[in-house]
């Protein structure tokens, strides 16, 4: 099971940091990731971390503004937002993918598990 907290309600330009903490296992030889739904849109990749080399994915609406880490001790992976924009409003959701993943592109949405429940991030202009 995947837990989300940390959204609320920001200004333009604010910062927020989500968390995505697992229960029942732990993260390893999975990608994690991060992805949003705002009202009315499809659901879209954020950024990703595997747990195998920590190497990072960024989607580029958030390139240089969002910085995705983990704390394997915790079993917990973090968003850092910053620069927040009324356009990163949306429902935040968590998920993973087994193992790793070859080429540049992480693995469709689709293809991630073990979705939470979701935080909401609202960020106001």
């Known amino acids: 099971q995947l837990v989300e907290s940390g959204g609320g309600l920001v200004q333009a330009g604010g910062s927020l940091r989500l968390s995505c903490a697992a229960s029942?296992?732990?993260?390893?030889?999975?990608?994690i990731g991060w992805f949003r739904q705002a009202p009315g849109k499809e659901r879209e990749g954020v950024s990703c971390?595997?747990?195998?080399?920590?190497?990072?994915y960024y989607y580029d609406s958030v390139k240089g503004r969002f910085t995705i880490s983990s704390d394997n001790a915790k079993n917990t992976v973090y968003l850092q937002m910053n620069s927040l924009k009324p356009e990163d409003t949306a429902v935040y959701y968590c998920?993973?993918?087994?193992?790793?993943?070859?080429?540049?592109?992480?693995?469709?949405?689709?293809?991630?598990?073990?979705w939470g429940q979701g935080t909401q991030v609202t960020v106001s202009s």
């Open positions: 971390i595997s747990s195998n080399d920590g190497s990072t």
């Open positions: 029942g296992f732990t993260f390893d030889d999975f990608v």
């Open positions: 998920a993973v993918y087994p193992g790793g993943y070859e080429g540049p592109v992480p693995p469709h949405a689709a293809d991630f598990g073990s």
